[in-house]
């Protein structure tokens, strides 16, 4: 497992689920919407380009949260700075590494489908900066 720089202050930050399964309670810490962003971003920055999957999992966790959400918990965090700068830096255009390492995750994707993924991927973290921005 690759250690990340903020691990810690990602795991103090974290925060607490409690819920039951069956007869047993259950406690899961995760971390908050900025924690996970910035997680992955210096994950990207350690494994590429050895491994796509960081980028992949960013993306995906922005459509499951919503572009909204996520740009609400950047807006209001001390790092928004350094968060929006890094998205901006690897999510640019499609020829950004963040792009091109969701596409190599997505191995499978040919023509017209690699090029509306990219195009996504694109759109998605240009809407977080933008409302990251206004919010």
Same mark, same amino acid.
């Given at each position: 497992?690759t250690?990340?720089?903020?691990?810690?202050q $990602?795991? /103090?930050? +974290? &925060?607490?689920l409690?819920?039951?399964i @069956?007869?047993?309670?259950?406690? =899961?810490?995760?971390?908050?919407?900025?924690?996970?962003?910035?997680?992955?971003?210096?994950?990207?920055?350690?494994?590429?380009?050895?491994?796509?999957?960081?980028?992949?999992?960013?993306?995906?966790?922005?459509?499951?949260?919503?572009?909204? $959400?996520? /740009?609400? +918990? &950047?807006?209001?965090?001390?790092?928004? @700075?350094?968060?929006?700068?890094? =998205?901006?830096?690897?999510?640019?255009?499609?020829?950004?590494?963040?792009v091109?390492d969701?596409?190599?995750?997505?191995?499978?994707?040919?023509?017209?489908?690699?090029?509306?993924?990219a195009?996504?991927?694109?759109?998605?973290?240009?809407? $977080?900066?933008?409302? +990251?921005?206004?919010?």
């Open positions: 497992m250690e990340l720089p903020r691990g810690d $990602v795991l /103090a930050r +974290a &925060i607490d409690r819920f039951r @069956g007869a047993r309670d259950v406690k =899961l810490k995760t971390p908050s919407p900025v924690d996970f962003v910035l997680m992955k971003l210096d994950a990207m920055r350690i494994r590429r380009p050895v491994s796509p999957k960081d980028a992949f999992d960013l993306y995906a966790y922005v459509h499951k949260k919503t572009p909204a $959400v996520v /740009a609400e +918990a &950047i807006a209001s965090a001390p790092e928004r @700075g350094e968060a929006l700068g890094r =998205l901006q830096e690897v999510f640019a255009d499609e020829h950004g590494a963040g091109r969701v596409l190599a995750f997505a191995g499978s994707l040919d023509g017209i489908e690699r090029e509306l993924v195009k996504d991927v694109v759109r998605t973290f240009a809407t $977080v900066r933008r409302l +990251a921005t206004i919010g």
